[in-house]
Structures are given as C-alpha cells and as structure tokens.
C-alpha cells in the first residue's frame, strides 16, 4: 500500500511562480525525504528534514513537516523551466527502513 | 564523483533469455536497492541488500535474483523473462538505510 500521496497529481505554472507540492503519509516516520526525477532519468535526492524538524530550506526549496497531520509540503520558490520534472515524496518504512514512494507529481513551469 | 553506475541503459531481450543488469556504487554504502517503475504503479522495490551477502526480498521479488558478493555491486538477475518484466529499472544506494538515496540513471528493460 502507499505510504505517501503527492497532491496535486499535476501542477502547471509559469516561470517565476512559486510551486507548492503536498505530501501526506500514514504510519509515523523519522525522516521525510523529497526527490526529482526529470523525464525517464534517475532520481535525485533533493531534501531530508527529520521527525523533530518544522521546516528545512535548500536554496529555493522549502519542506515543512506536520508530524500532527501526517503531512509535508514541498515550496519551490520563483520557479525556472529546468524545475518541469517530477516530484515524488518518500519515507522510510517497514524493518528494512526500505524508502516507499509516493506516485508523484508533475511539475510543468512555463517560460 | 560518488555515483551509482547501471548498464546497459537500455535493452530489448526476448522472453526466457537470462539477463543480469549490473549497478556499481562508489561511496562505500551498505544498503542497496533495486525498483522498478511503471506508469500508474510508481516505485515498487524488488530487492535489497543490508551488506555483503545480506539480501532480502522487496515488494515485487517474483522473477528476479540478487547477489552482493562485493560491497560496491548488486546485479539483478532475470533467468527466465517475461514481458511483464518490461520496465524502467533503478538501483539505489544508501548509508544507512532510510536516508538519502543515490539513484543509478536507470535501464530501460523491454522483452517481447
């Protein structure tokens, strides 16, 4: 079964906009972790924040966690069209730690 | 650079013609992990390996075989095709589990 959900399944905006991607998992974690994957390609790890986190920054993205309502927010700030890609939401899981992902999102930024 | 290197990256095989897909990593992890990807599916994990001669299966083991003789490698191995194996294919690497994972650039796999 899916640990996590993105919401929305499909995001388009234009370029310079800022993208806001949601997350929302069911069993209690102690990470969170967001990754891209542009067309086809390997994912790319992009942000980890821990259980005991609130919010984390990485250049122009911003993760939230809220522990309370099972939910993560991923914010890309002033959008570029080398951001269109799809974004996915994982955590650990299972006696393995296996990360279990998310569906996905796609982003499309205009230019 | 630290990488998680797969091959081929692409490959078109016929059913029942054993197959292995190699991934290699540099940065001395000692989890690995292979998925694979399908549309309206996502990621769903095959196998994984904790260390050296430690593996265990995933999601969706049926079909497939692992080894870890080395630290570094994790083949997957198809002995017997079938086109429900036709896939997108990613290796990933981690220390420890449960955190950041390397992806490999992936193998696209069809069997016809």
């Known amino acids: 079964s899916q640990q996590g959900e993105e919401d929305p399944q499909a995001l388009s905006i234009q370029e310079g906009e800022n993208a806001t991607m949601n997350c929302s998992y069911k069993?209690?974690?102690?990470?969170l972790q967001w990754y891209r994957q542009n067309s086809g390609r390997g994912l790319v790890h992009l942000i980890l924040?821990?259980?005991?986190?609130r919010e984390k920054h990485s250049g122009r993205l911003r993760v939230t966690l809220d522990t309370s309502k099972k939910s993560s927010s991923l914010l890309i700030t002033a959008s570029r069209a080398a951001d269109t890609a799809s974004y996915f939401c994982a955590t650990p899981t299972g006696a393995n730690s296996k990360l279990t992902f998310g569906k996905g999102i796609t982003l499309s930024v205009r230019p | 650079e630290a990488q998680v290197t797969q091959n081929p990256r692409y490959l078109i095989t016929v059913t029942g013609k054993k197959l292995t897909v190699t991934c290699s990593q540099n940065?001395?992890?000692?989890?690995m992990s292979w998925y694979r990807q399908d549309p309206g599916l996502g990621l769903r994990q095959i196998y994984y390996s904790m260390n050296v001669e430690v593996t265990d299966k995933g999601d969706v083991p049926e079909g497939y075989k692992v080894s870890r003789k080395e630290k570094r490698n994790f083949p997957l191995i198809l002995e017997s095709p079938s086109p429900n194996q036709t896939s997108l294919y990613f290796c990933?690497?981690?220390?420890?589990?449960?955190?950041?994972?390397?992806f490999g650039s992936g193998t696209r796999l069809t069997v016809v």
């Open positions: 924040i821990r259980s005991n986190e």
């Open positions: 069993t209690s974690i102690n990470n």
């Open positions: 990933a690497s981690s220390f420890p589990s449960g955190y950041g994972y390397t």
């Open positions: 940065m001395n992890h000692e989890y």
